[in-house]
């Protein structure tokens, strides 16, 4: 089992910029494919970025592609979401999960069993 907690989350204007850190309580390097999901108000939470397992291979949302990028440092047991150029659409919950899936960038909710709390992101236009 491993226990995630995010930060990083705030308010920030059209154009700013953001990182999310999301710091996993064991060794995940090998183990577990790391991925960004998103809640924005009235909506269904959705996939955002993942980074696999092992040779760093990521996968994005076509609206944030260009904007986000997904890393993972393992040495501290921690995974990043840097995000530029951030828009009011951005505003969302984050969440940060783990993936024991065997694919190599899993992009489904199912596949992920385990969840940090989230962290907040606003964009103000």
């Known amino acids: 089992q491993v226990h995630l907690v995010e930060s990083g989350g705030g308010l920030v204007q059209a154009g700013g910029s953001l990182r999310l850190s999301c710091a996993a309580s064991r060794r995940t390097a090998s183990s577990y494919a790391m991925g960004w999901f998103r809640r924005a108000p009235g909506k269904e939470r959705e996939f955002v970025a993942v980074?696999?397992?092992?040779?760093?291979?990521?996968g994005y949302v076509e609206s944030v592609k260009g904007r986000f990028t997904i890393s993972r440092d393992d040495a501290k047991n921690t995974v990043y979401l840097q995000m530029n150029s951030l828009k009011p659409e951005d505003t969302a919950v984050y969440y940060c999960a783990a993936s024991e899936s065997l694919l190599n960038t899993p992009r489904w909710e199912y596949q992920y069993a385990y969840w940090g709390q989230g962290t907040q992101v606003t964009v103000s236009s």
């Open positions: 980074i696999n397992k092992s040779d760093g291979r990521t």
